[in-house]
């Protein structure tokens, strides 16, 4: 069986300048491309992450993954994580966030994930969208109009994460599936590209750099030019050829819906009452 979408696709990942270990973890093989940001605020972060993506690497190789199959791997990621032993993680935590490319009755879908403030963009028609939406204080307090995007990126709690798997949190993944379209390029990075880089230089350099791999490694270079004050992963995947009918109906580029809603610094949980978040 083939995949629905295929894809060409690069990664590039570093410590940054400030930071001595990298906590981040990622899966660049089809139909996976996630990034998983451990969360520094807690003992190895990096056992979190990699421990998540450890998990997910068991789906690589095949064609297509649907929702089903990602829940049920992130349960078992989340029970992996919450059962780290003392010194080897306890009570440390990550981020998720990525696509997977999904089948929906013989037609090519991103499946995209996320949990915490790590992201994932999509740039389709040279219009660069952020796909994911921050689980973090920040976003709460733009989402309610007491916050704009420009004093965001300013503001001391932007690192605060309301969602993760581990470090006592129980909160979902957003999940959206969107058609995908040959010509596509989804970008999947942790909070160290995104805190460094705004939209504009993202998509100046996702325009710029036609390879994949050109492309993630370019990012990497650019926020460590930017400061690099967190690791710094990237992920570029273009979607070169996409199984579909001749017409969708409702065919668009935005995301859709979530498939349900349930479903300079470290990255650190907020603060809680008993009972998790």
């Known amino acids: 069986m083939t995949s629905p979408v295929t894809v060409v696709f690069g990664s590039a990942t570093d410590a940054g300048l400030r930071r001595r270990i990298n906590e981040d973890a990622h899966i660049a093989?089809?139909?996976l491309f996630l990034v998983a940001d451990g969360m520094g605020g807690h003992h190895a972060g990096e056992?979190?992450?990699?421990?998540v993506i450890e998990e997910f690497a068991a789906l690589a190789g095949r064609p297509s993954l649907g929702v089903d199959e990602i829940r049920t791997t992130l349960a078992s990621a989340r029970?992996?994580?919450?059962?780290?032993?003392p010194g080897d993680g306890a009570g440390a935590g990550t981020t998720l966030t990525g696509v997977v490319i999904a089948?929906?009755?013989?037609?090519g879908y991103w499946l995209a994930i996320n949990l915490g403030d790590s992201r994932t963009y999509r740039l389709s028609d040279g219009e660069l969208e952020q796909v994911s939406v921050d689980h973090s204080v920040v976003q709460e307090l733009i989402d309610a109009g007491q916050l704009d995007p420009v004093a965001a990126s300013?503001?001391?709690r932007r690192n605060v994460i309301t969602r993760a798997i581990g470090a006592g949190s129980d909160g979902d993944a957003d999940y959206w599936l969107i058609p995908a379209e040959a010509g596509d390029r989804i970008l999947v990075c942790s909070g160290g590209l995104s805190s460094e880089l705004d939209?504009?230089?993202l998509?100046?350099?996702l325009v710029a750099e036609t390879h994949p791999q050109s492309a993630a490694t370019r990012l990497v270079h650019e926020a460590m030019l930017h400061g690099g004050r967190d690791?710094?992963?990237a992920l570029v995947v273009d979607a070169t050829a996409v199984s579909s009918r001749a017409h969708r109906p409702g065919d668009h580029t935005a995301p859709s819906a979530p498939v349900a809603d349930e479903i300079d610094g470290d990255t650190l949980p907020r603060v809680v009452a008993a009972g998790g978040f």
Not at 79 to 85: D, G, H, I, K, T
């Open 199 to 201: 939209d504009e230089t």
């Open 231 to 233: 690791n710094i992963t």
């Open 29 to 31: 093989a089809p139909p």
């Open 79 to 85: 029970r992996r994580v919450e059962a780290l032993p």
């Open 203 to 205: 998509h100046a350099i």
């Open 47 to 51: 056992v979190a992450s990699a421990t």
């Open 103 to 107: 089948d929906v009755d013989g037609e």
């Open 154 to 156: 300013r503001d001391t």
